[in-house]
């Protein structure tokens, strides 16, 4: 993946969504298995040292948005979530680290369809924080484009 297009997209979600330069979010590596974003955990925490449940939330929600907003390549288009659902299985007591899994060139072309033939299209986009072999958060994600 070309590091020009990470830092324009990390530049974007900072101007359109202050939250995520507050977080100090970062856009570590985005190819056909998905999109990796990152956040320091000195700016995230809470009370037990520990990241923040919102944090964690936040983060995993901005992953699935920027995958989704490089995938559909339309810079006129806003993207929204329509409904989330997140399971917090283990503490996350390092740098937050969220990746959002590829749903597939097929799952992409028919939301691609589906957006130029109606200008709105959604697509379940699912995250984990962690380890692949033990998660430490699960959030899956309805995304909406719209033009």
Same mark, same amino acid.
């Given at each position: 993946?070309?590091?020009?297009?990470?830092?324009?997209?990390?530049?974007?979600l900072? *101007?359109?969504?202050?939250?995520?330069? %507050?977080?100090?979010?970062?856009?570590?590596?985005?190819? +056909? !298995?998905? $999109?990796?974003? #990152?956040?320091?955990?000195?700016?995230?925490?809470?009370?037990?040292?520990?990241?923040?449940?919102?944090?964690?939330?936040?983060?995993?929600?901005?992953?699935?948005?920027?995958?989704?907003?490089?995938?559909?390549?339309?810079? *006129?288009?806003?993207?929204?979530?329509r %409904?989330?659902?997140?399971?917090?299985?283990?503490?996350? +007591? !390092?740098? $937050?680290?969220? #990746?959002?899994?590829?749903?597939?060139?097929?799952?992409?072309?028919?939301?691609?369809?589906?957006?130029?033939?109606?200008g709105?299209?959604?697509?379940?986009?699912?995250?984990?924080?962690?380890?692949?072999?033990?998660?430490?958060?699960?959030?899956?994600?309805?995304?909406?484009?719209?033009?």
């Open positions: 993946m070309h590091e020009g297009l990470l830092l324009e997209t990390e530049r974007f900072h *101007d359109r969504i202050p939250l995520s330069k %507050a977080m100090g979010v970062r856009l570590e590596s985005y190819d +056909a !298995s998905g $999109l990796t974003l #990152t956040a320091p955990l000195e700016a995230n925490h809470n009370h037990l040292g520990t990241a923040f449940g919102g944090s964690l939330a936040a983060v995993a929600t901005l992953a699935g948005y920027a995958l989704l907003w490089l995938e559909l390549d339309d810079r *006129d288009s806003h993207i929204v979530i %409904a989330s659902r997140i399971s917090y299985k283990h503490p996350v +007591a !390092s740098e $937050l680290r969220a #990746t959002c899994l590829h749903p597939g060139p097929e799952a992409i072309t028919r939301f691609k369809a589906r957006f130029a033939k109606a709105k299209a959604s697509i379940p986009l699912t995250v984990v924080l962690g380890p692949e072999d033990r998660p430490q958060v699960e959030f899956e994600g309805t995304y909406v484009a719209i033009r």
